[in-house]
């Protein structure tokens, strides 16, 4: 840009300096075509500026989208790490109460993060030209591990008022 901006500025020095020694006719030509010359590589500089600003824009956003993801996907792990298969078949009844409110608590943990969620998914929707599948795939994973924290948490629950009726 700047090395345009040069060759522009001389090139209206010599348009000075060659229309003093040219005719009317060659002088009105040079003169609009140095006028053409500048008004065409000032819409240049316009368009440069906005192709940045949208640049710019994008860049913002898609930072945004994958600092989401990232917070989604590192938490996912981190919750996947604390289920284990074999936790609902516990023999005891207060390991049963502890494993039903341990499911509580995660199944609170994914409620709250479900805002985080949500705010990936508007903003996938609200530009169509990003491609979607990667954050698809972790939004699967969270509504997969939603729906395997209820589940536990009704087995647990069963489990738990079984043994409970047994007790009693």
Do not use: C
């Amino acid at each position: 840009m700047e090395q345009g901006q040069n060759k522009l500025r001389y090139a209206l020095e010599l348009k000075e300096k060659v229309i003093m020694n040219t005719e009317q006719n060659g002088a009105a030509k040079i003169q609009e075509d140095t006028e053409n010359l500048k008004s065409e590589f000032d819409k240049l500089l316009v368009d440069v500026e906005d192709v940045r600003q949208r640049l710019s824009t994008r860049a913002s956003m898609l930072e945004e989208l994958n600092k989401i993801h990232r917070l989604i996907s590192d938490w996912l792990e981190e919750v996947e790490s604390k289920i284990q298969p074999e936790d609902v078949y516990r023999n005891d009844l207060s390991e049963k109460r502890a494993l039903l409110e341990k499911y509580k608590i995660l199944q609170k943990d994914i409620h709250g993060h479900g805002e985080t969620v949500n705010r990936l998914k508007i903003r996938l929707t609200e530009n169509h030209s990003i491609s979607k599948s990667p954050y698809e795939l972790t939004i699967n994973k969270y509504d997969s591990l939603k729906k395997l924290i209820s589940e536990k948490i009704h087995v647990s629950r069963t489990l738990f008022l079984i043994a409970n009726r047994n007790v009693i």
